[in-house]
């Protein structure tokens, strides 16, 4: 069993500070960074067996809040501008990267390129691993600490603009069927894929309008059997409010991507519309909450999805543009990363399911470890969630970018009013 770290057992860990928590893994120790406190008729969808071809394998335990990744917290090092550390604690400076070796052991996986989506994997104990995909080369890879890169999958895609391999989920069914999903840009639309180990990648829906921008996805299980898939309005606002096109939208889908049962309209995929360049989709652990991040010409905005709706009022806006994409509902707080502020975005969550104030910014190099533009998030329980950085995509990378870190979710303190 591992042991509860509260704010009894150590006084310094106060909501609203950061730190580095050491995390034991086989077989090192690695710190990792504490955050602070109508109907549409759908174009080429296709149907074929949703097995992977001539393989064995055992089925992946399903990830619950109750069985999840258990790491263990034996010491709390120093917060910037805290409380010290105790005696004996490890120091929270970290020596700069070296080539492809990173020195902060909260970094999984480094000298990638682009890591524009990343998927937790189920069942992997007190050492995680995820699917991190790069945005410009297609590749999809296995990543966890200590271990070499893996090459799952290679999709062939277009990353003009803002295209490119943008979005990826397990399916719903992975503990049987072990599919991985993708959404992604090629010459002529996008589309989301479906990877089978032993398989090239197949088309499940293609047809989304692609653009010169607006090309940007994002996908993720629902929780009860079926996908979401947040499209881009390809550049042209229209697409997103009319009726006749996948663009600008939240589709729900199953497996074979066809319209998804209990959607809004019997026979059409759309469960909301609105949207114009989504960056990130997230839930509540229990489902009963459906987030997606976007950036229009003027703002950047987090919406709160519900079946059938328009996304015309959102939750939260952002006039200063940070460039929002992935995100994570963490039950007290969504964490949004900022891509372009290269810092975290920490929002408070009222019972009620409404943002509470002020977003608070964390990891920026001030409050929090920073890696720059952040890009991808995926939770792997309530506590703790893969991140995926893009600083080679106009940031200002380090020798070891771009890289997969683990960061580790804290309640942090209520900011002011709303904007």
């Not at 979401?228 to 006749?244: C, H, I, K």
């Not at 969630?385 to 080679?392: C, I, L, M």
């Given at each position: 069993?591992?042991?509860t770290?509260?704010?009894d057992?150590?006084?310094?860990?106060?909501?609203g500070?950061?730190?580095?928590?050491?995390?034991?893994t086989?077989p090192?120790?690695?710190?990792?960074a504490?955050?602070a406190?109508?109907?549409?008729?759908?174009?080429?969808?296709?149907?074929?067996?949703?097995?992977?071809?001539?393989?064995?394998?055992?089925?992946?335990?399903?990830?619950t809040?109750?069985?999840?990744?258990?790491?263990?917290?034996?010491?709390?090092?120093g917060?910037?501008?805290?409380?010290?550390?105790?005696?004996?604690?490890?120091?929270?400076?970290?020596?700069?990267?070296?080539?492809?070796?990173d020195?902060?052991?909260a970094?999984?996986?480094?000298c990638?390129?682009?890591?524009?989506?990343?998927?937790?994997?189920?069942?992997?104990?007190?050492?995680?691993?995820?699917?991190?995909?790069?945005?410009?080369?297609?590749?999809?890879?296995?990543?966890?600490?200590?271990?070499?890169?893996a090459?799952?999958?290679?999709?062939d895609?277009?990353?003009?603009?803002d295209?490119?391999?943008?979005?990826?989920?397990?399916?719903?069914?992975?503990?049987?069927?072990?599919?991985v999903?993708?959404?992604?840009?090629?010459?002529?639309?996008?589309?989301?894929?479906?990877?089978?180990?032993?398989?090239?990648?197949?088309?499940v829906?293609?047809?989304?309008?692609?653009?010169?921008?607006?090309?940007?996805?994002?996908?993720?299980?629902?929780?009860k059997?079926?996908?979401?898939?947040a499209?881009?309005?390809?550049?042209?606002?229209?697409?997103?409010?009319?009726?006749?096109?996948?663009?600008?939208?939240?589709?729900?889908?199953?497996t074979?991507?066809k319209p998804?049962?209990?959607?809004?309209?019997?026979?059409?995929?759309?469960?909301?519309?609105?949207?114009?360049?989504?960056?990130?989709?997230?839930?509540?652990?229990?489902g009963?909450?459906?987030w997606?991040?976007?950036r229009?010409?003027?703002r950047?905005?987090?919406?709160?999805?519900?079946?059938?709706?328009?996304?015309?009022?959102?939750?939260?806006?952002?006039?200063?543009?940070p460039?929002?994409?992935?995100c994570?509902d963490?039950?007290?707080?969504?964490?949004v990363?900022?891509?372009?502020?290269?810092?975290?975005?920490?929002?408070?969550?009222?019972?009620?399911?409404?943002?509470?104030?002020?977003?608070?910014?964390?990891?920026?190099?001030?409050?929090?470890?920073?890696?720059?533009?952040?890009?991808?998030?995926s939770?792997?329980?309530?506590?703790?969630?893969?991140?995926?950085?893009?600083?080679?995509?106009?940031?200002?990378?380090?020798?070891?970018?771009?890289?997969?870190v683990?960061i580790?979710?804290?309640?942090?303190?209520?900011g002011?009013?709303k904007?």
């Amino acid at each position: 069993m591992c042991p509860t770290v509260t704010a009894d057992t150590y006084p310094w860990l106060t909501a609203g500070r950061l730190g580095l928590v050491i995390v034991r893994t086989r077989p090192n120790w690695w710190p990792v960074a504490l955050l602070a406190g109508g109907s549409l008729l759908l174009s080429g969808c296709a149907e074929f067996d949703d097995r992977a071809a001539s393989q064995t394998y055992a089925p992946a335990p399903t990830l619950t809040p109750e069985a999840g990744p258990a790491p263990e917290l034996p010491e709390i090092g120093g917060t910037p501008g805290g409380p010290s550390a105790p005696k004996g604690a490890p120091s929270t400076k970290v020596q700069p990267p070296q080539g492809c070796t990173d020195f902060d052991k909260a970094v999984v996986e480094t000298c990638l390129d682009t890591v524009a989506a990343v998927a937790a994997l189920p069942g992997e104990g007190d050492n995680p691993a995820a699917l991190a995909g790069e945005r410009r080369s297609g590749r999809i890879l296995r990543v966890a600490a200590n271990t070499d890169p893996a090459q799952i999958a290679k999709v062939d895609v277009d990353a003009t603009g803002d295209g490119g391999l943008t979005g990826l989920a397990l399916s719903p069914s992975y503990a049987e069927d072990q599919l991985v999903f993708a959404y992604v840009t090629t010459a002529t639309d996008n589309r989301v894929v479906r990877i089978a180990n032993g398989q090239a990648p197949k088309p499940v829906l293609t047809g989304i309008p692609r653009g010169a921008t607006g090309n940007r996805g994002a996908i993720l299980p629902d929780g009860k059997g079926a996908l979401l898939v947040a499209t881009g309005d390809a550049g042209n606002p229209a697409e997103a409010a009319g009726d006749a096109s996948l663009a600008g939208k939240v589709l729900r889908i199953d497996t074979a991507g066809k319209p998804a049962p209990g959607n809004p309209s019997a026979g059409s995929a759309v469960f909301a519309s609105g949207l114009h360049a989504p960056g990130g989709l997230c839930k509540s652990a229990d489902g009963s909450r459906l987030w997606v991040t976007d950036r229009d010409d003027n703002r950047d905005l987090l919406h709160r999805i519900q079946p059938g709706a328009s996304l015309s009022i959102p939750a939260w806006t952002w006039p200063a543009k940070p460039g929002v994409a992935g995100c994570v509902d963490a039950g007290a707080q969504l964490w949004v990363a900022a891509a372009a502020a290269g810092n975290m975005q920490n929002l408070p969550i009222t019972p009620e399911g409404t943002v509470g104030g002020k977003p608070q910014e964390t990891m920026n190099g001030k409050n929090g470890t920073s890696y720059g533009k952040l890009s991808a998030l995926s939770p792997i329980d309530q506590r703790y969630a893969f991140a995926g950085t893009v600083n080679k995509d106009g940031g200002k990378p380090v020798s070891s970018d771009d890289r997969v870190v683990i960061i580790a979710l804290q309640p942090s303190q209520g900011g002011g009013g709303k904007d």
